[in-house]
């Protein structure tokens, strides 16, 4: 699928969401923001870390307080490996802290998994070596026992191949969409986790001929303020940058 | 407050001491870490604030580094942080592993000379276990309500680098308030600016606003591009052409050596970017 | 963020509401406090952030206010606040008293959206045996070392005034952080303005140190002179000579009814200070 | 005493100290202050809640963080009722909080007291009133049991009519000046508490010549940006304010 297509199945998994916050490094799912924010108006972005389009002026533990308050509806994570409880991995792989594969760290995953209402897990990396049966270090947890101050887990979890649905009840994923070229069956080989089939599995639709020109547009002029060589590469001939 | 030169401000630093830098995103002091290594300071204990690049991977390449706390550490756009993955790897390293809130709060509760603060999240996360230093207590206003408690952390020295410093040691650092905290919260505090100006910050509503007191600021030193190759905002963009060149040469011992003689240990005429160091 | 007048957002606030307002040396929304007596707003609960000063008192003595939870209520220079001193008195106030650190810490845990925090000092003082909301444990990181934990304190309403807003409900508050703690703090904050601006606060690296995002603001008035009798640092100064008039005629029931009808109820033309009130 | 006086004779108490921090409504002890500077050079003040002078950048908070930090020597308290064991009641007398009188409130002194090294207590009025033998409510406590954490006391107590030391180990004030015009006897028939008395007990001097060239020219130029009605009051013929 490409990288339009991807962009525009994370921001169809947006809404309801009235204010979203991306941490360091995600290209896609700010584009993925910026687009669902074209789509449906009232959306609010927050982007950690950034020189350009950042709103927060008491510093970047701001945007922890904030999602301490629940005032974040939605979050994006990676994950150096991530099981098929929801748990993620940013630490390593190995005897802690990694001796035989090191991961960068755990970021605010440990913090803001559990506070924010819903998170969508993206990595563009679908493969055994990814998504494994079980993390070899666990950053953040997928699940909470009883009792644990929780607000919310995983709602999605997107790849370059495959968009899967979370349950925090069963702490089990379901896969719903597969991206254009991938099956039912090239999916599971490529999957080190076990999951459930929807019943309904669908195709990740192509972006829409309105969302393409809103890439194109509003988007790629915002992205190109906040990661020049993202949106150079996929939409060299954009307008300049628009001010955040 | 004192105006000291580079390297002397480097040299103030002794061996062992617990140091708290920024990332590049905020306000790194890449020219204080170089000059750090030329002086060949040994045994440092970083803590980022709340994560830790560049300057931090430099540290630990150059062998300065006996610990690291850090909710990650890594060169962003540029990939993973050679030196340090190596490190972990070679188990040469004391890593401290952590989670950005976490380190902001213990920070906080340092500025606020708190003994701890609670933080929500964190149960069920591996570092839990690997942190004897994090409690986790019953919260005592609420039944069965688990919470885990951080310690206080007062680094020995924060040390960052701001667009500028006046003669009464104010610096300013606009919107980074982490900036504060760090200066609030360590025992010492260094700053490298890009310029010193006349004028008193404190004395402008609109720039005391973004300004830290001289009076948590012990010594500053003027290093101009002090982030280089980290942006400064409104200053100068990420040289990220030269953030890869590093991520390459880093990737290997020899490399990281080449790496040093050229852009640490010789510094290039070449390169008006820091010019002043 | 909505854009309302004066006496709408006063409208806005419901009975019953607890409502933390900053003193005149921050930012007091004194216009405001005026407005929710011409609104009759009963029931009101009061924070004060961290004392509480004129408008606070003429809130009590209009029968606005249920509760008052400060470290201190006073006129400052003009004395003692004499519609909150007779409710004391009278018994007919709710007081929970405070001290200053202790209202910061528990309007900063609210912020963090942590339960509680700790704070050193107290422990002696008879503020503690009248506040069971404040709990004494034993320090969990030391031996022997009794602590106050105090609760956070999320307030319904954070109000203040400001010099200016932009379109986007951005406020400029300066160094006035402890305004930004509240907003952070309140479940709703309202704020009243001298002016709204047609730049982008927050895309000016000098005014952006000194703004509060409007993520937290969720409505705004012009009131011109605002914080009057208070002064607001650049703009105008301290009216004292008001401040003791009201003092003055305060300190009877019938010199406060005389106060509300010539300077609340009645808006004299000739006080060009609260044209927009 | 002239008010001229009070003000030196605080003043040469204030060192060793090198950051003096001073509350609201405080102008005494702010003239003190600014002599000492004067006189000592390398002195720090910071002034809350005042639009002029003020060195914080971080909210009204950051004083009493300061004070926590250690980083402040010296600040003033004064007391509605001060007792003989250096108690001292902001709240009130009567029933709690104040029935029959109210005071403003305790303002930062349940937390300050105990976290400065030093603390000068200032009450103009010397008085059976004010200074009594058992405060009504305690704000702040005079001492503190082994194991309560506080880095300091009461380190004297000034009033309009004479000058106490304080020994935390005894929990006694202990006369050292009495002001001119005033004796022993005096004192002691003003005072509501007991204490003893210095075998060397002197009259408080009169301001030198150096101090009152001092507080007439370079402190009332300091003074008259901070507390202008003060300072229009004791120097009228003072030159105009300097910046802050």
């Not at chain 1, 493969?127 to 009883?146: D, F, W």
């Not at chain 2, 890593?95 to 609670?118: N, Q, V, Y």
Request: hydrophobic share 45%; aromatic share 8%; with cysteine.
């Amino acid at each position: 699928m490409t990288e339009e297509g991807l962009i525009a199945a994370i921001a169809r998994l947006i809404p309801p969401a009235r204010h979203v916050a991306i941490g360091a490094a995600s290209p896609i799912p700010a584009a993925a923001s910026f687009l669902a924010q074209e789509m449906a108006g009232n959306l609010r972005i927050s982007l950690l870390y950034q020189r350009e389009g950042n709103p927060f002026t008491d510093g970047t533990g701001e945007l922890f307080d904030l999602a301490a308050q629940g005032r974040i509806d939605l979050f994006f994570l990676g994950g150096g490996e991530i099981d098929g409880a929801g748990n993620i991995n940013l630490i390593g792989i190995g005897e802690w802290p990694g001796r035989t594969v090191r991961f960068p760290g755990s970021f605010g995953s440990a913090f803001i998994y559990m506070m924010v209402p819903r998170t969508i897990l993206f990595r563009l990396e679908h493969s055994k070596r990814v998504l494994v049966p079980r993390v070899a270090h666990i950053s953040a947890p997928g699940t909470s026992p009883p009792g644990v101050f929780r607000r919310g887990h995983a709602d999605a979890l997107v790849t370059g191949r495959a968009i899967f649905r979370f349950s925090p009840e069963r702490a089990r994923f379901t896969l719903v969409s597969v991206h254009p070229g991938e099956s039912e069956a090239s999916i599971r080989a490529a999957t080190g986790f076990d999951y459930d089939v929807a019943d309904g599995l669908a195709e990740t639709p192509e972006p829409t001929e309105e969302e393409l020109a809103l890439l194109r547009g509003p988007v790629a002029a915002s992205m190109a303020s906040i990661y020049p060589a993202f949106a150079a590469r996929l939409w060299p001939e954009a307008p300049a940058r628009r001010s955040a | 407050m004192r105006l000291v030169d580079l390297e002397t401000l480097a040299g103030m630093l002794p061996a062992g001491a617990m140091l708290a830098i920024p990332p590049d995103n905020s306000a790194t002091p890449s020219s204080f870490a170089r000059a750090l290594v030329r002086a060949d300071v040994r045994g440092l204990r970083l803590v980022g604030v709340p994560v830790s690049d560049y300057a931090t991977d430099l540290l630990i390449g150059a062998g300065c580094v006996a610990e690291v706390q850090s909710s990650a550490v890594s060169l962003d756009e540029a990939g993973p942080a050679p030196c340090f993955t190596r490190a972990i790897k070679a188990g040469t390293l004391r890593m401290k592993d952590a989670t950005c809130p976490a380190m902001h709060s213990m920070l906080e509760a340092a500025a606020k000379a708190i003994p701890f603060i609670p933080i929500r999240g964190i149960l069920g996360s591996d570092l839990l276990a690997h942190r004897p230093d994090w409690l986790v207590i019953d919260n005592p206003f609420a039944k069965d309500d688990p919470i885990v408690l951080l310690p206080a952390l007062a680094p020995d020295f924060a040390v960052f680098h701001a667009v500028m410093a006046d003669r009464e040691g104010n610096v300013w650092v606009g919107r980074h308030r982490e900036l504060a905290v760090m200066a609030h919260a360590a025992r010492r505090t260094f700053v490298t600016v890009e310029r010193v100006i006349d004028r008193d910050l404190l004395a402008d509503a609109h720039l005391a606003a973004g300004t830290i007191s001289g009076a948590y600021i012990e010594a500053v030193a003027i290093a101009e591009r002090g982030t280089w190759p980290g942006g400064l905002t409104g200053e100068y963009p990420d040289d990220a052409a030269h953030l890869a060149e590093y991520a390459a040469l880093a990737r290997t011992e020899e490399g990281f050596r080449a790496y040093l003689a050229r852009y640490v240990h010789k510094r290039p005429a070449k390169r008006p970017a820091e010019a002043a160091e």
